[in-house]
């Protein structure tokens, strides 16, 4: 008679496969926390004892059956532990006469084959292997699992709710508190595409509005550069298209600083975009900022 495997074994092997399946149809792990789930494994082991108890019967009921000599290698082999019966049954090696025994009788050139069974831990990966097939199938086709598009809408919503959260919590940027930042170029470039560029044109340089890449400014309220775009984008002009984007609630205190940091960069970093190259003209006096 073969050994069976223990029933705790059975159990973690089904607690496992539970948390796949149930993986593979929630998405996450929180069905950890679900009474369901535990529920279903309490039952499973139930049904594991259920299943162990019969076959013990059943293993009782032919042990009666065998010779003695049967009986004492079956008891023999029984005191083996499972772990080491598993590591003997995929590795070890079988010996001169063990080999004798299983040996097929056909070969060629002199190599003759072995009737060997196959790993118990092989088989038992390609029937895992198989099931899971089959469900990761069914639940990419019938659910949600596993779908670039889906996945990436679920990223994309909690990325944006993270960064609501964070410009909830954090405080809001003011004139004072604004600084420059290279990092904020990039941003305030978009803002500006969303929010400027219909009167500013592309790159900032001037149509309905002023040419915002060279240096003469209608309105300076402030003594440098970057303070003065945050201020007059807070604030807007009086009798102007220009609003205010800040106080009509239209843009955050980090979407203006943004926005300042790219304004600064078209005009301290870039060369001017003159009226040659298609830039408006100047309008205002020129300005002589103070440095950052």
């Known amino acids: 008679m073969k050994q069976r495997t223990p029933v705790f074994v059975n159990i973690l092997i089904i607690t496992g496969l539970l948390i796949v399946f149930y993986y593979l149809f929630v998405q996450s792990y929180s069905f950890l926390a ?3 789930f535990w529920g279903t494994v309490v039952i499973s082991a139930i049904l594991a004892y259920i299943h162990s108890a019969i076959g013990d019967l059943i293993e009782n009921n032919k042990f009666k059956k065998l010779s003695a000599e049967e009986k004492a290698a079956y008891l023999s082999e029984k005191k083996i532990p499972f772990l080491k019966r598993q590591y003997d049954a995929a590795f070890k090696k079988q010996s001169e006469t063990e080999e004798k025994d299983i040996l097929i009788d056909h070969g060629f050139d002199g190599i003759m084959e072995l009737d060997n069974q196959l790993p118990k831990w092989w088989v038992g990966l390609f029937w895992f292997g198989t099931v899971f097939c089959a469900v990761y199938i069914s639940a990419y086709s019938f659910t949600d699992f596993a779908h670039p598009l889906t996945e990436y809408e679920v990223e994309y919503k909690e990325q944006i709710a993270s960064i609501a959260a964070y410009e909830k919590d954090q405080p809001q940027v ?5 600084v420059f930042a290279e990092d904020n170029i990039a941003a305030g470039e978009e803002v500006f595409k969303t929010n400027c560029v219909s009167c500013h044109s592309e790159g900032g340089k001037g149509g309905i509005g002023p040419n915002l890449t060279d240096n003469f400014w209608h309105n300076q309220p402030e003594k ?7 201020h007059v984008v ?4 009086t ?3 220009m609003q205010a984007w800040g106080k009509n609630g239209v843009l955050t205190g980090r979407d203006i600083q943004n926005v300042a940091a790219y304004v600064y960069h078209i005009n301290q970093e870039q060369p001017p975009i003159t009226p ?3 830039g408006a003209p100047a309008y205002g006096d020129e300005a002589k900022w103070e440095k950052q």
């Open 234 to 237: 807070e604030n807007g002009v």
């Open 276 to 278: 040659a190259q298609g």
């Open 224 to 230: 440098t550069l970057f303070k003065n775009v945050f």
């Open 34 to 36: 679900s009474p369901y």
């Open 239 to 241: 009798g102007t298209a």
């Open 174 to 178: 003011t004139i004072e508190s604004a």
